[in-house]
Nanobody
Framework: QVQLMESGGDEVQAGGSLRLSCTAS????????WAWFRQVPGKEREGVADIYIESGGPHYADAARGRFTISQDNAKKTVYLQMTNLKPEDSAIYYC?????????????WGHGQEGINYWGTGTNVTVSS
């Protein structure tokens, strides 16, 4: 069973940057893709970005494109989300996720369902103050 653990959440001022990290552990490791989601309390969880472990992607939701960068270090089983020019509306709990099929990470990023996500992290809090 795969476990995911995020880190890097913090409070920053608008215009600032943060880098989130997420590392996978456990066996068997059947992940085929990584994804980042975020959720504001009281609202639905939304996709942010995804990347395929072997090849493919990255893909970004409209709110993230141009400001966020997803990347991975396969040797470390770690995915990153570099966030720049942060805005107050980026404040949320950010969740790392992984799936056995790349199409399911892609679907999550584009708002076509999260049912295919197999593994979730516990979340890391990002607060952007104005």
């Amino acid at each position: 069973q795969v476990q995911l653990m995020e880190s890097g959440g913090d409070e920053v001022q608008a215009g600032g940057s943060l880098r989130l990290s997420c590392t996978a552990s456990g066996y068997p490791d059947d992940r085929a893709c990584w994804a980042w989601f975020r959720q504001v309390p009281g609202k639905e969880r939304e996709g942010v970005a995804d990347i395929y472990i072997e090849s493919g992607g990255p893909h970004y939701a409209d709110a993230a494109r141009g400001r966020f960068t997803i990347s991975q270090d396969n040797a470390k089983k770690t995915v990153y989300l570099q966030m720049t020019n942060l805005k107050p509306e980026d404040s949320a709990i950010y969740y790392c996720a992984a799936a056995r099929r790349p199409v399911d990470c892609f679907a999550g990023t584009w708002g076509h369902g999260q049912e295919g996500i197999n593994y979730w992290g516990t979340g890391t809090n990002v607060t952007v103050s104005s």
